[in-house]
C-alpha cells in the first residue's frame, strides 16, 4: 500500500449535486457510522481540542452529524453546515436533544456566515475545493476566527484513490497561513490532524 501526499486541488470545486447523488444513494455515503477509521478519527480530534470548553463553534461539512453531536458536550453553542439538504436533516435528527445546536445548508465558499466563532472543525471537505477556492475558505475561516481561537483540520491520506483525495496539500496550506500558529500535528498512516491557533 502506497500513501501518495502529492495530490493536487482539483480543476474545480466539486459540485453541490455530486454530494446531493450521494445522499440520494445512500443515507451515510461514506459510513461514517459504522467504519472503524472514521470513529477512531473523531475520537483523535475531540480528544485534540486545547480546551475544555468552546464559547461558538464552526463546523463546515457536518455530514450525518456524528462529529456535531460530539463537539456538542464540548461547546454552549455550535453551527454546523452542509451544501446539501438529506444532510443537514440527518445531522438536526443526530443532534435533536441539543437546543444549542443550529444546523444550516451552505455551501462553501460562497456562503459563509456572519458570526466569529472560538473554535472552528473542518473534516475530510478542504480536498474537494479548487485551489482558488481552498484559499478562499482558509482566508474566510481565519477571519472568522476569534484572536487566540482553534481552527482543527482533519482529512484522511489518498490511500486507495490515486486522484486527490489527500490532506496533505490543504494542511500544508493552512500551516502556511500568516493568521495561525501550529499547536497539535497529528500524522498517521490514515489521516492528517492539525490544530491551528489564531494569532492575536
Ligand atoms: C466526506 S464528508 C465529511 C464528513 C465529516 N466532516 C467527517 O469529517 O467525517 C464531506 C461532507 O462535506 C459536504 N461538502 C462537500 N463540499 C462542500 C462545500 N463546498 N460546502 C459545504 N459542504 C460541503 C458534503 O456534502 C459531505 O457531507
Known sequence: MTIRDDAQPPAETVSQEHFLN????KTDPWDLATKWHDQRKYAV????LPR????????????VGLLTRMLAARCDDILAVDCVADAVERTADEVREFPHVRVKQAMLPAELPDETFDLIVIGDLLYYLSGPDLHTLIDALVQRLEPDGDLVAVHFRDREHGDGYDGAQTHAALAGHAGLRP???????WFLLDVLRRVT
Do not use: N
Not at 480530534?45 to 485534540?48: D, G, L, P, R
Open 52 to 63: 475544555a470548553k468552546y464559547r461558538r463553534c464552526y463546523e463546515p461539512g457536518c455530514s
Open 22 to 25: 450521494l445522499y440520494l444513494a
Open 183 to 189: 499547536l497539535v500535528h497529528h500524522d498517521d498512516e
Open 45 to 48: 480530534t475531540v480528544a485534540s
